[in-house]
């Protein structure tokens, strides 16, 4: 049976020259196309495929955010003009991560690795971040926005929209004028990818976004409250304050 696969890409260009490519092999089916993130989310949950090719930077959703949003995604080759999202493409568990522009032979090798992965669900292999962390350190991109999954719907939230989140679990809840949204991540996570100028952690259950902070009062000794826009009250521990202090230049 063939490989059913998506081409996702904002280029036309690119998405062309993939399918031909692809045309080459006879084991590898292209079942769709899509030129943004919500046009390929709505084609996986169609169309089911095995494999997608797979760009990062495009408009409305990326590829990183699309991923966060399936709940089964198929087996990933990020195709992609910059090599500052190798180490997170990797974490992703892609199987390969090709850089625009590329040879033919390049993407039947990452091909090869699909094939491997989807017949004995084999772990990515290291050695291109190895390869790319040898040319330079690859920066890490701050977040500028989250997509989150609202029923059948999906909403892009701006970071600058955000009040604060607030930890529930294995999820966070993210607090913003317009209501509370779900996401499957970590505190953790959010408080290293978001910029530390803007976002602040200030309790263990808390990372507060200071544009929205609109006052602080001494709740009892050594304990804060902060007031923010929405007139909503968030605890502050001790290290919190600490930090806090840090950024508004207390």
């Not at 966060?68 to 990933?76: D, F, M």
């Not at 970590?186 to 544009?211: A, C, P, W």
């Not at 001494?218 to 502050?236: A, C, F, G, P, Q």
Request: hydrophobic share 40%; glycine share 4%; aromatic share 8%.
């Amino acid at each position: 049976m063939p490989i059913r696969t998506l081409i996702v890409d904002d280029e036309a260009p690119a998405r062309a020259l993939l399918k031909h490519y692809l045309s080459s092999h006879s084991d590898i089916e292209v079942i769709g196309e899509a030129a943004d993130g919500f046009e390929a989310f709505r084609l996986v949950k169609e169309l089911q495929p095995e494999l997608m090719l797979l760009d990062i930077r495009m408009p409305k959703l990326s590829g990183f955010e699309l991923l966060e949003l399936l709940e089964n995604p198929p087996a990933v080759i990020f195709t992609t003009a910059f090599d500052e999202y190798a180490i997170k493409a990797f974490e992703a568990n892609a199987c390969d991560y090709l850089m625009k522009p590329f040879l033919r032979d390049r993407l039947d090798v990452a091909l090869d690795k699909a094939r491997l992965r989807l017949t004995s669900n084999a772990p990515a292999e290291e050695s291109p971040v190895n390869k790319l962390l040898e040319n330079g350190p690859l920066q890490e991109e701050k977040l500028q926005r989250v997509a989150v999954r609202s029923g059948q719907k999906i909403r892009i939230i701006p970071v600058n929209d955000v009040l604060y989140f607030e930890s529930d679990g294995d999820y966070v809840l993210i607090h913003t004028a317009e209501g509370r949204f779900l996401k499957e991540k970590t505190m953790k996570f959010f408080e290293s990818h978001l910029d530390e100028r803007q976002f602040v952690r200030v309790h263990r259950s808390y990372i507060v976004n200071v544009e929205h902070i609109k006052g602080m009062e001494l709740y009892e000794k050594d304990s804060w409250t902060l007031l923010l826009s929405n007139r909503e009250y968030i605890k502050v521990s001790a290290t919190g304050y600490k930090a806090l202090k840090k950024v508004l230049n207390l």
